[in-house]
């Protein structure tokens, strides 16, 4: 398929990385900590830019420079992407910065320095204690700093995230005009198509393998796709999304082929019910239990609460999945920024399911959708 030189590019705008840094900076203390090294590689990305694969940031409280470190792979490209930082040239980054570390602390007590307690292995830890700079240094575990920044979008990000919901949007249209989700197609082949008009659109990366579940397939979930072929009668469940400058989109559609039968329009409605709901709860400072229970509530009460099997949603940026998770279990609250998925879904086995999912911005104003596909029953 030929690529369209028409579309769009991502913003070229600069995210304010030195804002992210100073913000990490200023929760440290809370944590008992001088500085903090960063090793998660989304992480890094977020707080300085750069996208090479081996790399960790330094941030420190005070007036200390900050610092990102990785090898020489990377040398050009950690210059263009993180110009306003000191790099640190090595391949064992974390242990670099150590080092860095312990040269640079004045102070009369061991410098505390967090790390990564959901990012650092066991055996990396025991080797961070055994080198020679450690004995200068008080290790302390902090985990999540980091995507609790993440969580809330900056405008910069939210137009990311909207721009490579866009690409899924017109994506699915176009396939849908030209009929390619037919019977006598693979769950594979449309797939695939699926994901080159994605490309051709501009997406820069596919946001996870693509879902495309026909018949009993659709009630399983997660169904990766298969040869399977596509019937007449079928519930076709399609569940996408596109990367454009780092960040994802997430969206899901159902669809019938050829005549929809009493018990798949049933539940459709159904879910689609209570997609609506959950859109609706979606309010700043709103429990994110209370969020997940005003959709369930829907679907239990319409005696399907046994067929849905997974929580109401999830936060979507540099990762697919990612803070806050909306489900029953879940005790924070909701967030003003934060962008989740509302996705409810009931799901027959051996017969066939139904999930409706789109990405939401949240504001006081109330939750404004990114994904905009028709979300009423469409029968192909």
């Not at 913003?11 to 929760?27: I, K, N, Q, T």
């Not at 450690?134 to 995230?161: F, N, S, T």
């Amino acid at each position: 398929m030929p690529v369209n030189p028409d579309a769009p590019a991502h913003s070229d705008v600069r995210a304010d990385y030195a804002g992210r840094r100073a913000a990490l900076a200023g929760g440290l203390p809370a944590h008992g900590a001088d500085a903090i090294v960063v090793s998660d590689l989304i992480n890094v990305r977020y707080l300085t830019g750069f996208t090479g694969s081996n790399a960790a940031a330094l941030v420190w409280t005070g007036d200390r420079p900050h610092r990102i470190a990785t090898d020489g792979r990377y040398t050009a490209q950690v210059a263009a992407q993180a110009p306003d930082l000191d790099a640190v040239l090595a391949r064992d980054t974390v242990a670099a910065l150590l080092a860095t570390v312990a040269d640079e602390w004045t102070g009369e007590a061991p410098v505390r320095l967090a790390f990564e307690s959901d990012a650092v292995t066991v055996a990396q830890f025991t080797e961070l204690c055994a080198a020679p700079s450690a004995a200068e240094v008080e290790l302390v575990p902090v985990r999540g700093a980091v995507q609790d920044l993440r969580e809330v979008k900056d405008d910069g990000e939210i137009a990311l995230i909207e721009q490579a919901c866009r690409i899924g949007d017109q994506a699915l249209a176009a396939l849908l005009d030209r009929g390619a989700v037919a019977p006598g197609r693979t769950e594979r082949e449309v797939a695939r198509e699926l994901e080159w008009e994605m490309y051709a659109r501009g997406a820069e990366a596919i946001a996870f393998e693509t879902i495309v579940a026909a018949g009993a397939g659709s009630a399983i979930p997660h169904h990766r796709p298969t040869g399977a072929v596509l019937a007449h009668g079928d519930l076709v469940k399609i569940d996408f999304g596109a990367v454009v400058g780092g960040y994802h989109s997430d969206m899901t559609r159902t669809f019938v082929l050829g005549e929809a039968e009493p018990w798949q329009r049933e539940i459709y409605s159904i879910v689609q019910e209570a997609q609506e709901a959950g859109r609706a709860a979606l309010h700043p400072g709103a429990p994110l239990a209370a969020i997940d229970a005003a959709a369930r509530e829907v679907i239990t009460a319409a005696g399907y609460g046994e067929q849905y099997v997974h929580g109401l949603g999830h936060g979507v940026g540099l990762q697919i999945h990612e803070a806050p998770g909306i489900g029953s279990a879940a005790s924070a609250t909701l967030r003003d920024g934060a962008t989740v998925t509302v996705e409810p879904g009931i799901y027959l086995p051996g017969r066939g399911g139904v999930r409706i999912e789109d990405t939401l911005a949240v504001s006081a104003s109330g939750p404004r959708s990114l994904t905009s596909a028709p979300r009423a029953l469409q029968i192909l």
